[in-house]
């Protein structure tokens, strides 16, 4: 009975020690749960902050927890620099006070070690444990070490005074071994066996485990201390889950609130592009019409006297003719007239220089007529229209930059019209569509041009009708698109221009012209290298389904 009550002794003290060590480590664990949980949040959502401000966050949470728990704590780097410590003269210095390295070890390792610390302070040395401090990908940052000296002298107390205990019992047990010893030995060793066993329960994870030992003697006080320090241990496990929870869920709803207000700037830069864009092609389209009816009249004029101009030279060259047959030998006056007059070169050219009078005339006519239809701009009605028109009223208007220029030879354009019907349609939006994409594809040939990667520049634009759609292709032989940006192509705001030189709203307007007004199809194709081709597909809807009059276009190739 003796030996059985020291051995007693002696695995009460052992139990004791390991609880105090294990609940060192879950409490040292927790610590670096909450540290990995800052650290991870810190470098994802505050990646623009420097080290010292990050290092800084760092310290002050070591000094929260360390007025919380009433421990001594501090982490260091993988080479065991302190990061943050309760003293802040130590920050920076590097750690040698464990001197077999279990701080080292655990580092590399990451198993959890204890080590006494000596000071002057403390002669006995500090109870400390080690263990490995890592971010949320599983990154090693470096070791947690927290004391748990107090933890330790209770343990270590509480197991001096059960072998004091243990010792009397074996004095008692041995002279009254023959009567008790059996009600003795069970008395003994059940609590024991519950206690062991509410141990092996709490080191597997289990902190609602308790004891129901209920004797008013030292494994009494030892089950009443074991399940005090199990509350406290859940109670301090529920508070941190409940803080940690609690900051995910405000770091959720702020992510929320940035999300929804950097949708609602984007959605107001939009409409406040769009508002601009629209008036300024509103604008546009009474400037152009204004311009085009100021041209008109005095054009009609000169186009309509023509013709009589015509036919009275026609009857005065007749007449001149027939002075010269009948009257070969005129009077010496008028034979020097016609000398100086050079009367048959005025016969022969005065003819050729109403025709070419003529001649520029219609072409002031065609272009008044181009810009009369790409002044429809303004307009919001939905009607019949020939998008051919609309296209040719687009080139007049771009012609200029279609020529050649100082720094690059003209730019071909290839038309390839097919039988396509007037359609239904905002004539203005689609004139707007084609002003945007034959833009986009003249910067895309001036610049290929300019890097020696499209030597002879080229647009074709191609339209068909494809079962009930009219479809239009704009084309260009420049340096492609890359892959990585088309699925970006017709986002707002979205420019691979220079600073200045676009807004990036062309596209994004385009697209939902095309898609939402009309519901069509707008989309790109290209690979690097081969140029780039938008194809636009709009429903043929009811209305006139005459042919288009400028249908007689095929295959033409102009400047």
């Known amino acids: 009975m003796a030996t059985l009550s020291v051995i007693i002794g002696a695995v009460s003290a052992y139990q004791q020690l390991k609880i105090a060590k294990y609940l060192a480590q879950e409490e040292a664990e927790e610590v670096a749960g909450l540290l990995e949980y800052f650290v991870s949040h810190e470098f994802e959502y505050h990646e623009t902050r420097s080290r010292e401000e990050t290092l800084a966050q760092l310290q002050e949470h070591v ?20 990061l943050a410590d309760v003293l802040a003269e130590d920050i920076g210095t590097r750690l040698d006070r464990d001197r077999n390295n279990e701080v080292g070890k655990t580092i590399h390792d990451g198993i959890p070690r204890t080590y006494v610390e000596a000071s002057p302070d403390y002669p ?27 933890l330790y002298e209770a343990a270590l107390a509480t197991a001096q005074k059960n072998i004091v205990v243990t010792s009397l019992i074996s004095l008692a047990s041995s002279i009254l071994a023959l009567s008790a010893g059996y009600l003795l030995s069970k008395s003994i060793s059940k609590p024991i066996k519950k206690l062991q066993q509410a ?12 004891v129901s030992i209920r004797s008013q003697d030292e494994i ?29 869920e405000e770091i959720s709803d702020r992510q929320q609130a940035e999300a929804e207000l950097q949708q609602a700037l984007k959605e107001l830069q ?9 008036e300024k092609m509103s604008s546009l389209g ?16 000169i186009y309509g006297n023509l013709k009589y101009t015509d036919d009275y030279t026609q009857q005065m060259l007749l007449l001149i003719k027939l002075y010269q047959k009948y009257y070969p030998n005129p009077e010496p006056e008028i034979q020097n007239a016609n000398q100086l007059t050079d009367i048959d070169y005025l016969i022969e050219d005065l003819p050729k220089m109403l025709a070419s009078m003529k001649m520029g005339a219609e072409r002031i006519r065609e272009i008044v007529l181009s810009l009369r239809i790409f002044s429809h701009l303004g307009e919001a009605e939905f009607k019949t229209a ?10 007049l208007i771009l012609q200029h930059r279609l020529k050649a220029q100082n720094n690059r030879p003209q730019i071909q354009m290839v038309k390839e019209y097919g039988e396509m019907p007037k359609i239904q349609c905002f004539a203005g939006q689609m004139n707007q569509v084609f002003m945007n994409l034959l833009a986009n594809a003249i910067d895309a040939l001036e610049e290929a041009f300019q890097k020696e990667l ?18 239009i292709r704009i084309a260009d032989n420049g340096s492609g698109i890359p892959e990585a940006i088309q699925s970006r192509l017709f986002d707002p705001f979205f420019t691979t221009k220079a600073v200045g030189k676009g807004t990036g709203m062309g596209l994004s307007i385009s697209y939902q012209i095309i898609t939402e007004k009309h519901g069509g199809s707008l989309e790109c194709i290209s690979s690097p290298g081969q140029g780039a081709e938008f194809v636009i597909a709009i429903p043929i809807r009811a209305g006139k389904s005459v042919q288009s009059s400028s249908c007689d276009r095929h295959d033409r190739v102009t400047g």
């Open 286 to 301: 009474q400037l152009v019409a204004g311009v085009a009816h100021e041209i008109n009249n005095p054009v009609n004029f």
């Open 270 to 278: 939009k409409t406040q592009i769009q508002l601009i864009q629209s």
């Open 199 to 210: 141990v092996v329960n709490l080191a597997e994870g289990k902190l609602n485990t308790r």
């Open 454 to 471: 499209c030597p002879n520049p080229l647009i074709r634009i191609f339209s068909q009708q494809v079962n009930d759609r009219v479809v």
């Open 124 to 150: 006995q040395g500090i109870q400390l444990i080690a263990v490995v401090f890592k971010t949320k990908k599983g990154e090693t940052i470096g070791a947690v070490i927290l004391e748990y000296t107090p």
């Open 63 to 82: 000094q929260s927890l360390h007025k919380q728990r009433q421990r001594d704590l501090e982490i260091v780097d993988r080479n065991k620099i302190i």
């Open 386 to 395: 020939d998008l051919h028109e609309g296209i040719e009223s687009t080139l």
């Open 220 to 248: 009494g006080d030892l089950a009443t201390s074991f399940n005090k320090m199990a509350d406290d241990l859940q109670h301090s496990r529920d508070e941190l889950v409940n803080a940690n929870e609690q900051l995910r």
